[in-house]
Each structure stands twice: as C-alpha cells, then as structure tokens.
C-alpha cells in the first residue's frame, strides 16, 4: 500500500490545505485516557439534543480516517469545498479505528455496519453521523465466501460442517452469522475460527487449509483468484445484504461544540464524494485502487464493476431498521446486551446530508 503524498503549510480559513499524517505507532498505542497526537484544545461544550452550530472556531482540526474519500476529494476538486483543516489519517478497518478512538489519535473514521455496534459493547461509546449504501445490494456484496482449494462448496447449504474463518467485531462476521442463517445453519453446523480480518490473513488461511471458507473483501476476491484458483480456490457470492457503510465518531467528539462544527461540514462535502465515486468510477479506481493500494489496473476495474454504484440515502429511518436487525442478531448470537440503534444514530447529521445532496440536484 503507497501513503497518500504528503502536503505541507497551511493556508488561512476558507482555503485551507489538508495535510495528510500517517498515525505513528506511538499515537496508537497510548495509555487509554491519556492525551494523544494530533488533538487541539477542547471547544464549547455542546448538548447532543443542542443544534449543530454553523461553523468552527479557527483553529479547529479535524482528524479523519477516511482514505477512499481523501482520494476522490483531491481527484474531484471537492476538496476546494472544505473550509475546515482536515488531518488525514492513512487508517481504515474497524479495529484500528476504534485503537484510534482509544487512543485520542482520531476523531472520525469510515467503517462498516460492525464496527459502531462492537465499540458500543465493549465500551466506548460512539455516534454514526452518515451512510452510505450500494444500488441493487444483492447483485453487487461487499464480500465474496472464498472457497479453499479442495473443499467443495457451491451453495450456502455446503457450509455444513466446514471451517470458516470468523471475526466477531468486524463486518466479516456479521456476514458469516447472516449467511448461516440464510442457509437455516447455526454456529453448532459449522466450525468457526476466530481471526481477525486484516491485511490479507483470511487470504492465508484459505490458501494453507486453516479454514475452508472466509469472507472476502472485494479487494481480495482478484488476488486470492490469481494465488490459488489453479489449485482449485473458488468464490460463491453471499447471498445476503452486506453494503452498509458509516461515518462514525466518539460521543465525546461531538460534545466538543467546534469539532461537532468541523464534522458538520465535512459530512456535506463528504456525501459529495460519494457521488462523485458513483458517476467516476475508472477515475476512482484508478486514483484509489491503483495508485494508493498499490493494486493492478484490471483487478482494480474489476472491484468497482464488483462493488457497483454507491448512493447517499438522506432519510435513514430504512438504514436504522436494517442495522437494528443486525444488532439484535450479534446480540442473540454473541450474548450481548440488546442495543437501541436510535440512540447510535445522530440524526442532525442526516439533515445535513439531506441539504447538501439536495443543493447539488442529487438524488
């Protein structure tokens, strides 16, 4: 993976630049409740029922983990449209997030449907302020069941007794207990392996028989293909919705009156992007896929084909409900506390998103 060039200096409001900082092991791994990198004094103090304000003290910085959006803002020019100063962290994934929320290194990131409900239940409480989903969810997974070289899986009711890789805080796993379902499986049919998704270890554990079926990312369907398809390696699509995206915050973050500010504006900006993503996507993929992740022209083509076209909803009474549905299966199947998914929700934001995309004639 190639960092994001790096910039440097600092303009004055209204046309500030966006210097992009890669988080330094020291930021992450900081004693819970002590200070961290990057962070600015602390503004007003705000009501989470009090009204956004309209904009941020001058020297507010907000600090996001958002690596696709940094892209496609730099490659749109939308970034000319942010009058906050953003740091950009190169840092995705729902465990390195939340290590980032802990320790005081970030202020907001982009992750899956998961990662807000597991920060929740182990205790660090969060807010989402957006969403994002995919048009026609089923035709176009987020995730793809690879199939290890030699195991003969080619519909879900296969899984039956096999060994599937399984990540209890990550979208990943929500996937896995979804799929059970829809195949009229339970945890006590199958065997799950806890691991951590990251970087390319279900990749791994396909490939040298720990597991005989793992979700995989997108991203990962063309290289596990190339690595192990001659052997036998396969993919079957999920069967079930698997698109939800978020911008998620801690709670505390929003309290702070000028960062709530900061948040405001990114969160129009941002659903901006989102479209720009949708109606550009070779200029994406190549600006994204290719020349930060490092990956080849064709696999890249081939993520964006595989993903589909993204869109912004600007009424998510439909986004809750179906998140609830997922938080009352985590908490069934994972014994956890029930969650209320309208407390997680901070609607304000919604209104926000819902101007921003109705000022630029999207829908």
């Known amino acids: 993976m190639h960092p994001p060039q790096q910039t440097s200096g600092r303009t004055t409001a209204r046309r500030r630049r966006f210097p992009t900082l890669a988080l330094t092991l020291a930021c992450l791994t900081l004693p819970l409740g002590l200070a961290g990198c990057g962070g600015d004094e602390a503004g007003p103090k705000l009501a989470l029922s009090a009204a956004l304000p309209e904009e941020p003290a001058e020297d507010t910085v907000l600090r996001v983990g958002d690596p696709a959006t940094q892209t496609a803002l730099e490659l749109s020019g939308l970034d000319d449209e942010l009058d906050i100063e953003v740091e950009w962290a190169n840092i995705s994934g729902g465990p390195k997030t939340l290590e980032a929320f802990r320790g005081d290194a970030l202020d907001l990131g982009a992750v899956a449907d998961i990662p807000p409900l597991f920060a929740q239940w182990t205790g660090t409480d969060v807010k989402v302020v957006a969403a994002r989903e995919t048009v026609d969810p089923l035709e176009h997974p987020t995730y793809e069941l690879g199939v290890a070289p030699g195991v003969d ?211």
């Not at 809750?320 to 985590?330: F, S």
Request: proline share 5%; aromatic share 8%.
């Open 153 to 363: 899986v080619a519909e879900l009711p296969d899984l039956r007794g096999k060994k599937i890789a399984y990540s209890p805080g990550q979208a990943q796993g929500s996937v896995v207990l979804r799929v059970l379902r829809e195949a009229g499986l339970t945890q006590d049919d199958v065997e799950l392996v806890e691991m951590a998704s990251v970087d390319d270890v279900y990749v791994n554990a396909l490939g040298s028989g720990q597991v005989d079926v793992a979700p995989l990312g997108q991203s990962l369907v063309p290289p596990y293909l190339a690595k192990y398809e001659q052997d036998g390696g396969t993919t079957i699509s999920p069967g079930v919705r698997d698109d939800a995206w978020t911008l998620y915050t801690p709670t505390e973050v929003i309290e702070d009156a000028d960062k709530a500010a900061a948040i405001k504006e990114y969160v129009a900006v941002w659903a901006l992007a989102q479209q720009w993503i949708a109606e550009h996507p070779e200029e994406f993929a190549q600006g994204f896929y290719v020349e930060h992740e490092g990956l080849a022209e064709a696999d890249a083509r081939a993520i964006v084909e595989a993903l589909g076209t993204f869109e912004v909803p600007t009424d998510w009474s439909d986004v809750i409900a179906r998140h609830q549905e997922i938080a009352d299966l985590l908490a069934e199947e994972q014994d956890r506390e029930p969650l209320d998914l309208d407390d997680l929700y901070d609607r304000r934001f919604e209104k926000v998103i819902a101007a921003s995309v109705a000022a630029s004639g999207g829908a």
